[in-house]
């Protein structure tokens, strides 16, 4: 069986899938054993149920979709989406469900009476920045060395190029040197990034005022209004992506957060009924080629409040391999789809890639999969985390004597 034939095997891609969460869980375990990664792992306060563990499966469910996508285009040329609904929703809920989280968190963050707004830009920028200029600048040198180090565009355009990929692309996303389609080379993950920092710099300060003048339960109508006529607009106008979709997948996490300070709602949040409802969206969402639908906003939308209320999957969110991925999450976004490239422009080079059947390639993505996991464990433990270390403690915090579990979504 070719590779490329579980995109028509449902049951097949399933299997392939779990089998590579399996082996990444397995990854993590031995890691999290190691002194220097063991003394980075966060110790889960539950306080947002199973969060944690959460953005680790996400990150996960990335690269296993793009495993298979990156497999199809060196193998014959072409960036397309999938018609596996498995690989399809690995990629794109997964994003949804990360725009949720970061709807949520921070509007947690937005709903408080003051805040230190150098110190919640401070801690974003120390965040998403050492790691993705890290990222950006190895594309770039990767990009010269394929081009045989030869100046295809003036120095002044390469700068400009530069710059932009630097402003995680909210500007564009141009070829590199002339390169073409240079954002193959991270699998085009920095996408994501561009919306995140629109929430964080116009949504967030939007919410904090909007929170002044309107009580929680009137907010959460006019943001469930909101979803509503979005989700009609789109129902009527048709289309796949787009800023409407993100923007109905921020207001979920949105919405989640405001029932979450209700007492009423956040005891419906916690039950076993919406529990259920998220076991039926889960399992329906495999049954969709896509999640642009209202109803797979909606499903993604029920999924991710039981999360937020204590769902955790029979205890696997909550696992200490599935926290250790959460951790490490955001260098396993930005780092897989680079690894992934130097990978299978390789074997595709040596000729190897068209010859292998399944068990080859599944044993490449096992290969590579564990590759991922140790340099996004590296960089959490000696760039990621010392760098947001460097942000000092809150006036508060050292008082207490601890550091309050921050609200991030990487």
């Known amino acids: 069986m070719s590779p490329a034939q579980l995109e028509f095997a449902p049951v097949a891609a399933t299997v392939y899938a779990v089998s590579i969460y399996v082996f990444m869980f397995i990854v993590a375990s031995y890691f999290i054993r190691q002194d220097t990664f063991a003394k980075s792992l966060t110790v889960p306060s539950g306080r947002y149920g199973s969060l944690d563990g959460l953005r680790g499966v996400l990150a996960t469910g990335v690269f296993i979709h793009h495993a298979f996508a990156m497999y199809v285009y060196f193998s014959g040329g072409e960036w397309q989406w999938s018609t596996s609904p498995v690989f399809n929703q690995l990629g794109q809920t997964t994003v949804s469900l990360f725009f949720m989280i970061t709807g949520f968190l921070f509007t947690l963050k937005a709903l408080a009476p003051t805040i230190d707004w150098k110190r919640l830009y401070a801690s974003r920028v120390l965040r998403l920045v050492p790691l993705y200029a890290l990222i950006v600048s190895s594309i770039f040198g990767l990009v010269f060395y394929l081009s045989n180090w030869a100046l295809n565009e003036p120095v002044w355009e390469i700068i400009k190029e530069y710059w932009v990929w630097m402003t995680f692309v909210c500007f564009g996303r141009p070829d590199i040197n002339a390169y073409p389609m240079s954002w193959t080379l991270i699998a085009n993950v920095n996408w994501s990034l561009k919306y995140e920092i629109m929430f964080y710099l116009f949504a967030v300060p939007a919410i904090h005022v909007f929170s002044r003048f309107v009580q929680l339960r009137a907010a959460l109508v006019l943001c469930a209004a ?155 433990a000696l760039l990621e985390k010392p760098v947001m270390g460097l942000l000092p403690a809150r006036k508060q915090d050292r008082v207490r004597g601890y550091k309050q579990p921050g609200l991030r979504t990487w």
């Open 226 to 380: 909101m979803l509503g006529a979005i989700l009609l607009f789109r129902w009527q106008r048709g289309g796949e992506g787009g800023i409407s979709l993100y923007t109905a997948q921020f207001l979920g996490g949105v919405m989640v957060a405001y029932a979450f300070k209700i007492d009423r709602l956040k005891a419906v949040i916690e039950g076993n009924i919406i529990r259920w409802l998220a076991a039926g969206a889960l399992v329906s969402l495999f049954f969709m080629q896509y999640a642009y639908s209202a109803v797979a906003v909606i499903g993604n939308i029920i999924l991710f409040a039981a999360v937020v209320g204590g769902a955790s999957l029979f205890g696997l969110l909550k696992h200490k391999s599935a926290v250790w991925l959460g951790d490490i999450s955001y260098g396993i976004y930005l780092m897989h789809g680079l690894v992934l490239w130097l990978v299978l422009n390789m074997l595709a080079k040596a000729g190897i890639l068209s010859q292998l059947g399944l068990v080859g390639y599944w044993l490449v993505t096992f290969a590579t999969a564990a590759s991922i996991v140790l340099l996004a464990s590296c960089s959490y």
